[in-house]
């Protein structure tokens, strides 16, 4: 239908809006004597459809020559005169070919009776693939029907018949094509009926290479069996056709004259398709992936092939054979090649190292790419078509062998029924399939120019500027058309190495098809032989999993073979496959965890690393569940700083208007942040002292927050309008030194002191109230994980009040203050509440744990004397002092007072002595030279072992609580878990056991002269 271009405006004006470059050129071109003989009216009828079409220029000189070419025939004249004078399909279609395809355009000229092609409506694809093998071989005189047929037509008369006769069909599919209304989704078809055709031609060809032989052949069959696109049934409009011959052959001939003879027609077929003639030659005939490439004989018999195959076939071969299919010649015995190398094809992903030669190969591909044209290559380049079909193609290797749906050839529905499996993600399917669709189409548009065998982007603006039309891009123009291409290449490169460099391919490849394949028998034999205590139990987990035909069932099928093994390389696989299940069954049904598991670099081998080392971090994942996306990201893993936590606490308590839902809220954030600390931790991201400073930011700000609600709600429950007391909470042991395990109380002291006026004992009250409260809240019972507040570090122990005025401290402290309670202080850090009082409070504290002239032998004497009472006294009874890792030989204690007695005889001298942390006090000593180098680092690494080997006791068993946590384990298997949680590998317990008391033993030596003299 033609197009409004304005009410009287000129033909110049009219010819520039449909986008004619060259307006003088056209105006001749319509005035031309031929053209106007044909339509003298031309100029009313055409030039509206232009702004369709691709190139109006070049459609409009097109429309000129075949106008020249059909002068003399009286029939031709009238069908075009029909086609240009009266608007509907057969106008669109005709300026759309010669607007598109300059090739088309001349060949059209060429051979005008190929309008009536361009006349008529019936479509160029979905055409049984029969009746176009049939169109061909009679265009060569060659009978459809005959077992072998054989072409009337010999020599270069064949060649030019079959050659015009692929041109008029191609022409159809092309009409057909570039008419659709969305060209994306016929796309797959016109791919079909372009491989279609191109069988068709192989076939006439091959009649035609009979008939130049004396004997046609007649003593061998031969098989053309198609590779790549044209196998796939997904062919450029000109691309080179890949294929491999096989020969077999007939009864009572030589096997050797057999194989000359069908080398003879191999040949002659190739000559058909490209050698020089009265035509122009259709596509090269490429053989070079067969066996031995170019250096191999061209044809070969099934036997010779499966020979090759079985014993010395490489990667890439078993990949391309992927798309193998019969096009042309002896149908039967092309079958029987399909299925000879179809069992080789998809059991070739056990070969060592396939997915990494698979991935190698794609690099070396994109290596190759010239650099001039590595932003303008479509097929090779990065984010190009070999992208997609690389991911496409891997994914069906690696799966396939236990999933025959996924077998396709066809790229689009190989792709589709990755999806449909659960193999690939909807999203990304149906992304990289719109991105797929839209560069095979963009490689056609440029292909479809000149009839030229290219992958290359063009540069020139006409170019670009007819390519962007052809391509519906009218009003983007070359601009918009560069940014989709960018645009579309980027979306592939980032799928595709998504999808490509999955761990989960190579990690599947090295699976037997009946570890692949979960059948229960071979299940439970392969979880005995990798360490399962209970394979029949965990063969039941992996039915309540697998079985099914869910989406969910189809990806747990997908990553169980390969889980299995990684939970086996934990030291618990059976704990870590039931805690997978639990996780599952609680995950499950989200959109996001089986998808983040299949999809990420390391989310599933993590994961399964932390399920069957930690039970605690186990339990934190199921009770934080939102934090298994954290194993895709080692910055989710890092400790969060204090002032993000403040923000956040302070975000929840603006939020709340209740006590204990606000306090709940918080232990909900500390029990994220253990999860965090647990998870990186078992990982080896966060690990010993980054951990422990992780879960001591953590308490100080749940420590604020509940302190700010305690004070809110005992103000409320005593009747007071405003606080009558400022109140300080004092971080004391290893909150005050930033060093919290997972088993670690809050020590602490409650300071107050009374505003001016207030009344001392309502002050007094209100502060007690307020400890009690910051306690209870923390420490009850809950759906959250508690915090235990500990104030009995303060003066008078138990016996004392829970908190004390400021002046009472002062009292205190100058008058009963003894040695261990100075020591005490060493770690005290005030960690929430009055600021100014804080500070108050440290200026307090400085002579008592830093004294002035340090301290005098009597005050020594008496810290030994505690020292060695407390070794005696409360290490627990029937442990082994060599395996109590704090208060042990060598362990944390022997440590913390060899420091702390150092920081109490040197502090007044030396700054750096001043602080909370045993290991930064270690250095200070060293530094200050009360220490040398050697007994440094053997205290050092006492310390952080002990401290790492209590952390992994918790992690390794999941339980807090008890006096576990401080004992390196007798038993083996618990010896083994806990040195799994420190890294080491299978069997590394007795290494751990040597290691911790070879290590304790060394620190003890050093305790014993540095700190007892």
């Known amino acids: 239908m033609s197009t409004p271009t304005g009410r009287g405006a000129s033909l110049a004006t009219r010819l520039t809006r449909v986008g004619v470059a060259d307006v003088p050129r056209a105006e001749r071109l319509l005035a031309d004597a031929a053209l106007t003989d044909v339509d003298p009216g031309v100029a009313d009828h055409v030039v509206g459809d232009l702004s369709e079409v691709g190139d109006p220029d070049e459609a409009l000189l097109a429309v000129a020559k075949i106008a020249g070419a059909v002068q003399r025939d009286p029939e031709l004249s009238h069908l075009l005169r029909e086609l240009l004078a009266e608007p509907g399909p057969g106008r669109t279609r005709l300026l759309a070919v010669t607007g598109a395809s300059l090739a088309i355009g001349n060949t059209l000229a060429a051979h005008p009776g190929n ?55 191609l022409l159809r599919i092309a009409a057909t094509d570039l008419t659709a209304d969305d060209p994306l989704s016929r796309l797959p078809g016109v791919g079909a009926a372009l491989a279609d055709l191109a069988a068709a031609a192989l076939e006439a060809a091959l009649a035609v290479a009979r008939a130049d032989l004396e004997d046609e052949g007649r003593g061998v069959r031969l098989a053309v069996i198609g590779m790549g696109k044209a196998g796939g049934r997904e062919l450029n409009y000109v691309s080179d056709v890949d294929v491999v011959y096989v020969a077999e052959p007939v009864a009572g001939t030589d096997e050797d004259e057999a194989m000359v003879a ?100 794609r690099r070396r591909v994109e290596a190759h790419v010239p650099r001039a044209e590595a932003d303008r290559q479509l097929k090779l380049g990065v984010g190009g078509l070999r992208d997609v079909e690389f991911t496409v193609q891997l994914l069906q290797l690696v799966h396939g062998r236990a999933d025959d749906s996924i077998r396709s050839p066809s790229t689009l529905t190989a792709l589709a029924a990755l999806a449909a499996g659960g193999y690939v993600g909807r999203q990304h399917a149906a992304q990289l399939a719109v991105c797929y669709r839209w560069m095979r189409m963009m490689e056609h548009r440029i292909q479809l120019h000149r009839l030229q065998r290219t992958h290359l982007v063009p540069t020139a603006e006409a170019d670009l500027r007819r390519l962007s ?32 460099y999955r761990p989960l391919l190579p990690a599947t490849a090295r699976l037997s098809t009946a570890e692949a394949s979960l059948a229960p028998e071979a299940a439970r034999a392969r979880l005995a032989a990798i360490g399962y205590r209970d394979p029949a139990g965990a063969v039941r987990h992996i039915a309540a999993l697998a079985d099914g035909v869910s989406r969910r069932a189809a990806i747990q099928r997908q990553l169980l073979p390969v889980m299995l093994g990684w939970f086996a390389d934990g030291a618990d696989p059976d704990g870590g496959l039931l805690a997978f299940r639990r996780l599952s069954d609680q995950l499950g049904t989200t959109h996001w965890y089986l998808k983040l598991l299949r999809d990420s670099g390391t989310a599933a081998q993590r994961l399964a690393q932390v399920l069957s080392t930690s039970r605690y971090a186990a339990d934190a994942l199921r009770r934080s569940p939102e934090s298994v996306t954290w ?105 005050g030194g930033r060093e919290m395990s997972y088993s670690s109380d809050a020590d602490v002291l409650f300071v107050h002191d009374p505003l001016p006026g207030a009344d001392g004992k309502i002050a007094q009250d209100f502060a007690v109230a307020v400890a009690s409260r910051v ?29 004390r005025s400021f002046d009472a401290y002062v009292e205190y402290y100058q008058r009963w203050s003894s040695p261990w309670e100075s020591q005490a202080l060493l770690r005290a850090r005030p960690v929430a509440g009055d600021t100014g009082l804080g500070e108050r409070f440290i200026e307090l504290i400085a002579p008592l744990r830093y004294p002035p002239g ?141 290691t911790y008391l070879r290590t304790a033993r060394r620190a003890r030596m050093v305790v014993e002269r540095v700190f007892y003299g």
Not at 278 to 305: F, M, N, Y
Not at 667 to 681: K, W
Not at 776 to 784: C, F, R
């Open 469 to 500: 039309r052809t391509m519906g891009m009218r009003v983007e123009g070359p601009a918009g058309l560069l940014e989709r291409w960018r645009t579309t290449r980027r979306d592939v490169r980032r799928l595709h190495e998504e999808l490509f």
């Open 115 to 169: 309008l009536r092609v361009v006349a008529d409506p019936a479509s160029g694809i979905g055409v049984p693939c029969r009746d176009v093998r049939a169109e061909l071989l009679r265009a060569v005189d060659a009978d459809p029907d005959a077992d072998v047929p054989v072409a009337g037509l010999a020599g270069v008369a064949g060649v030019d018949a079959m050659r015009c006769a692929y041109r008029t069909r």
């Open 631 to 735: 194993l895709d990201d080692d910055a989710e893993l890092a400790p969060r700083s204090a002032e993000r936590l403040a923000a956040e606490a302070d975000a929840v308590l603006r939020r709340a208007d209740e006590a204990v839902p606000a306090v709940t809220a918080l232990r909900a954030l500390r029990r994220r942040e253990l999860a965090r600390t647990a998870v990186a931790d078992v990982l080896g991201v966060t690990t010993g002292v980054r951990a422990a400073q992780s879960l001591t930011i953590t308490a100080d700000a749940v420590l604020a927050g509940t302190l700010r609600v305690a004070l809110t709600d005992v103000r409320t429950t005593m009747g007071l309008e405003a606080d009558p007391t400022r109140v300080l909470v004092v971080a004391m042991g290893r909150l």
């Open 854 to 994: 340090g301290l005098d032998p009597a005050t020594v004497r008496e810290v030994r004397r505690i020292k060695a009472r407390v070794e005696a006294e409360r290490l627990p009874r029937g442990v082994d002092p060599l395996r109590h890792v704090k208060l042990g030989r060598g362990g944390i204690s022997d440590v913390e007072w060899t420091a702390q007695l150092l920081q109490l005889q040197h502090a007044h001298e030396v700054p750096a002595l001043r602080t909370t942390s045993t290991l930064d006090a270690l250095d200070a000593a060293r530094d200050a030279e009360l220490l040398d180098d050697a007994d440094t680092t053997v205290l050092r690494e006492a310390w952080e072992l002990a401290s790492r080997v209590r952390d992994a006791n918790v992690l390794w068993t999941g339980r807090a609580e008890g006096a576990h946590a401080d004992v390196l384990p007798h038993d083996r298997t618990a010896l083994a878990g806990v040195a799994h949680v420190l890294g080491g590998s299978a069997g590394s317990g007795a290494m751990l056991e040597e």
């Open 262 to 361: 069908g080398a003879r027609l191999a040949a002659g077929l190739a000559r058909a398709c490209s050698a020089p003639a009265g035509e122009p030659a259709l596509w090269p005939v490429d053989a070079a992936l067969r066996p031995e490439g170019k250096d191999g004989p061209l044809v070969r018999t099934l036997a010779s092939h499966r020979a090759y195959y079985e014993r010395w076939a490489r990667t890439w071969e078993f990949q391309a054979l992927l798309k193998a299919r019969p096009l042309a010649g002896d149908h039967e015995l092309g079958l029987a090649y399909v299925e000879t190398v179809n069992p080789l094809v998809w059991s070739a992903v056990q070969r060592e190292n396939f997915v990494e030669d698979s991935q190698a190969m």
């Open 775 to 803: 306690r209870q809240l923390l420490g009850s019972m809950g759906p959250e994980p508690t915090l235990s507040v500990d104030a009995d570090l303060r003066p008078e122990g138990r016996n004392g009040p829970l908190a």
